[in-house]
């Protein structure tokens, strides 16, 4: 009776146990690699939230301190002016009562 290669040419071992113990392992490595992507996208997505948190944050100050300071407004106008250079956003800065 000819004997059974494995892929890396060693005898093949036919015992139910390993083969159930490679079923396991190869399930719970699917369950992590499962569990380590969701983590890297909650990770990603609270970066953004953050972001998105500073950003407001930042604005929030601008707006506070522009409408305190009439040459605060003109600095943020100016630097709006030469940033925002896409027409609809341009626009509604405009109806907002941003000069640009």
């Known amino acids: 009776m000819a004997e059974k ?4 040419g060693k005898p093949a071992i036919d015992d139910p146990l390993i083969a159930e113990l490679e079923k396991q392992k190869k399930q719970l490595l699917e369950t992590i690699n499962k569990k380590i992507t969701e983590r890297k996208q909650k ?6 939230k ?7 944050l930042i604005g929030v ?3 506070a301190d522009a409408a305190i300071h009439p040459e ?18 341009r626009e509604f800065l405009k109806k907002r009562g941003w000069k640009l």
């Open 43 to 48: 990770l990603q997505g609270q970066a953004r």
């Open 61 to 63: 100050a601008y707006l």
């Open 72 to 89: 605060k407004r003109q600095e943020i106008s100016a630097t709006l002016d030469r940033a925002i250079t896409e027409e609809r956003p």
């Open 5 to 8: 290669k494995s892929g890396n």
């Open 50 to 56: 953050d972001d998105n948190y500073e950003k407001v």
